[in-house]
């Protein structure tokens, strides 16, 4: 039964950690995998993460540059309700909001 399972994330870093996780341990074809912002704007997430953080910067000071506008949407085209599965687990390891789909 074709679906789509979607997950939301607070941190781009987290949605890029459930598609790695997807792609290289459960061979997920990526091409399948969608990751964009789940509202109309630019958003890196709903969290500062990554680069996006004081301890990344060069610097010491805060920086107020990130867009966060919204959480991440991550979406995957599958086939099977195993692989279904296998998603959501992953999507809840990095801390995914349900998507309210699949």
């Keep these: ?3 789509n399972v979607t997950g ?3 941190t781009r870093r987290d949605a890029e950690m459930a598609v790695e996780r997807l792609v290289q341990e459960h061979g997920v074809d ?3 995998i969608l990751i964009a912002p789940a509202g109309d704007a630019n958003s ?3 969290q500062t993460a990554g680069a996006d953080s004081d301890a990344a910067a060069p610097s010491t ?3 107020s540059d990130a867009k966060l506008t919204g959480p991440i ?5 599958i086939q099977d309700d195993a692989t279904a599965s ?3 687990d992953a999507f809840a390891e990095f801390g995914a909001h349900d998507g309210g789909r699949g």
């Design 1 to 3: 039964m074709a679906a």
């Design 8 to 10: 939301l994330f607070e």
């Design 30 to 32: 990526r091409s399948l």
């Design 44 to 46: 890196a997430g709903e």
């Design 61 to 63: 000071g805060e920086r």
């Design 73 to 77: 949407e991550v979406s995957v085209d």
């Design 86 to 88: 296998t998603i959501r």
